[in-house]
């Protein structure tokens, strides 16, 4: 503690040799009478000696106190450095997309234990009435139709819910979509809408290019509660 306190008086003490040096300095008169026989520069030549030797002190003065970081703000000793916010901004956005791998694999497990394993695949079956109907519709207007139990999981769960009618409809077996879905979602929903046979199975049309990249981007959860019900 005795360290920090003499550092205090020694820089006190230096900066009260400064300003006591200006003021005297300063009090001294900068012309001379020339009725005493001195030289009529000899005033400027005092004056630029005097400057000289003020600008040398206090140069001496502010090398022997200590630094300040830039930006004005005195460093604390045991402090670190602050952050910068901008610095964790890639590693959050990986962290999220790994969290979503993880989550939709992990309830993709439970969901085929519970439900996918014990549920009739529909290879040969003929879509029904009201599947044709609600395939006719796009696919903002047929969630309106659509339960509810499939609304949540097609918003939720999107891997699972579309690799169950992958698989049921005999398109895809159930994990490679799984994992497609998990990896690369709208991808995998747009060559699935576009390029298969899904949508003719389950009553509806194959999509165009565009309107099935356009309906697989921006509005997925629609397209896979569409087609699981």
Not at 5 to 20: D, E, G, I
Not at 79 to 101: L, V
Not at 206 to 215: D, K
């Amino acid at each position: 503690a005795a360290c920090p306190v003499r550092k205090m008086l020694f820089h006190s003490l230096l900066m009260a040799l400064v300003v006591s040096s200006s003021a005297a300095e300063g009090d001294r008169p900068h012309t001379l009478s020339p009725a005493i026989g001195h030289h009529p520069d000899e005033p400027k030549l005092s004056q630029l000696a005097t400057g000289h030797r003020r600008r040398a002190f206090r140069g001496t003065v502010l090398a022997a106190l200590p630094a300040e970081p830039a930006g004005g703000n005195p460093s604390v000793p045991g402090n670190a450095a602050p952050r910068d916010p901008g610095d964790t901004g890639s590693t959050t956005g990986g962290n999220q997309f790994f969290w979503r791998i993880g989550t939709q694999l992990l309830f993709g497990l439970m969901y085929y234990l519970l439900i996918v394993k014990n549920y009739p695949e529909l290879k040969d079956t003929e879509p029904t009435t009201l599947a044709v109907d609600l395939q006719k519709q796009n696919e903002v207007l047929a969630l309106g139709k659509v339960s509810g139990p499939n609304c949540i999981l097609s918003l939720c769960c999107s891997g699972p819910r579309a690799a169950h009618t992958f698989h049921s409809v005999g398109e895809l077996s159930y994990w490679p979509g799984l994992f497609l879905m998990s990896l690369l979602p709208c991808c995998t929903l747009w060559f699935m809408n576009c390029r298969s046979d899904l949508n003719e199975k389950i009553g509806g049309q194959r999509r165009g290019f565009c309107m099935s990249c356009l309906c697989a981007c921006c509005c997925s959860c629609c397209v896979i509660a569409q087609d699981a019900e």
